[in-house]
């Protein structure tokens, strides 16, 4: 099943009272993912016929073919809780076995299944990964377990970067065009880095002690940008100076802000999982203004985690109303 909005004055009409205004929508299609209430998260578009994801709730990993809009399904084991994946260029997909303390790798040609032990018992719970520029490494946060890691494809190599600040819940994670990873500590007011050589972290200290980072990204000239899932802020760091700056959402302090991405034109999408619908959210960091907003046609529920995919110019998500969404954004 298919769900299309795209047209200004239906999204209006669609409103609940109260919720957020309708700017310059983008149109966002979304299919009904047939595996019930199995929270469908975090896919990765390879290619225009070829979108894999995961079910949290439901052990699994999956494609959807948005053409024909079949589903493909692999079955993990019980409790497995994956959280997360990418694709590489080769095909292989890998993702986080959160509740199993393993990175899998997935070869889709033999369907055989890897796991990566963590080395260390307390990196219990491997979260968000993310591929370096030449995809020799992947990175990855361990949330409860407070660390960095890093995984080394060829032999599988992993080191474990700690976190100095207790709980201090890494979490989104992000390469900088330099090579330096920047990571969401979600737990705490802070961002991190981690060069890629030394593997030395560094923490940096937000202005508002009440600001709680989920996901970030970074633009091409390598600023940072941030949503503040607790007080409905979008923020801007800037590696080379310091200095912090912020922008309240549309939504206000009730937006919690959740997935976001980048598009190839350095604008900025996030999701307002706080509106109902949770409402879609177009950023342009060159005129410092909100240019878009759209509500999710399924109402969205709380979308966890964003891919942009640049040959089609098109935004992917999965919301905890069991779907898998695309927004078509240009850039």
């Given at each position: 099943m298919r769900i299309l909005i795209a047209a200004a004055f239906c999204l209006a009409a669609c409103l609940p009272a109260g919720a957020a205004d309708t700017t310059n929508p983008v149109e966002i299609e979304e299919w009904a993912v047939p595996y019930q209430s199995s929270r469908p998260r975090d896919p990765d578009a390879v290619s225009d016929r070829e979108v894999w994801f995961v079910g949290q709730r439901d052990d699994y990993l999956a494609r959807l073919d948005p053409d024909s809009g079949e589903f493909f399904r692999r079955d993990l084991g019980r409790n497995t809780g994956p959280h997360n994946l990418i694709v590489g260029s080769d095909g292989i997909v890998w993702f986080a076995g959160n509740l199993q303390g393993?990175?899998?790798?997935?070869?889709?040609?033999?369907?055989?299944?890897?796991?990566?032990?963590?080395?260390?018992?307390?990196?219990?719970?491997?979260?968000?990964?993310?591929?370096?520029?030449?995809?020799?490494?992947?990175?990855?946060?361990?949330?409860?377990?407070?660390?960095?890691?890093?995984?080394?494809?060829?032999?599988?190599?992993?080191?474990?970067i700690a976190v100095p600040t207790r709980n201090a819940r890494p979490y989104g994670i992000v390469m900088a065009p330099d090579g330096t990873a920047w990571i969401a500590l979600f737990g705490t007011a802070k961002l991190a880095s981690v060069d890629p050589v030394s593997l030395a972290l560094t923490e940096h200290t937000l202005p508002a002690s009440?600001?709680?980072?989920?996901?970030?990204?970074?633009?091409?000239?390598?600023?940072?940008?941030?949503?503040?899932?607790?007080?409905?802020?979008?923020?801007?760091?800037?590696?080379?100076?310091g200095a912090v700056e912020e922008w309240s959402m549309p939504s206000?302090?009730?937006?919690?802000?959740?997935?976001?991405?980048?598009?190839?034109?350095?604008?900025?999408?996030?999701?307002?999982?706080?509106?109902?619908?949770?409402?879609?959210?177009?950023?342009?960091?060159?005129?410092?203004?909100?240019?878009?907003?759209?509500?999710?046609?399924?109402?969205?529920?709380?979308?966890?985690?964003?891919?942009?995919?640049?040959?089609?110019?098109?935004?992917?998500?999965?919301?905890?109303?069991?779907?898998?969404?695309?927004?078509?954004?240009?850039?």
């Open positions: 393993y990175v899998g790798r997935y070869d889709p040609s033999s369907d055989i299944i890897e796991e990566i032990i963590m080395p260390d018992d307390d990196a219990v719970d491997p979260h968000t990964l993310v591929f370096d520029a030449d995809q020799r490494h992947i990175w990855f946060t361990v949330q409860g377990g407070n660390f960095v890691g890093r995984l080394r494809v060829a032999d599988r190599t992993v080191d474990l009440g600001a709680r980072p989920r996901r970030l990204v970074v633009t091409g000239d390598g600023q940072v940008y941030y949503v503040d899932h607790a007080r409905g802020m979008l923020g801007h760091l800037d590696p080379a100076s206000g302090g009730r937006s919690r802000p959740y997935g976001m991405a980048i598009d190839g034109g350095d604008r900025i999408w996030f999701v307002e999982a706080g509106a109902s619908p949770n409402t879609f959210v177009g950023f342009d960091p060159a005129t410092e203004e909100y240019f878009s907003i759209t509500p999710i046609p399924s109402g969205g529920g709380s979308v966890r985690h964003m891919d942009y995919h640049a040959e089609t110019e098109t935004v992917w998500f999965g919301t905890d109303r069991n779907t898998i969404g695309r927004a078509r954004v240009g850039g």
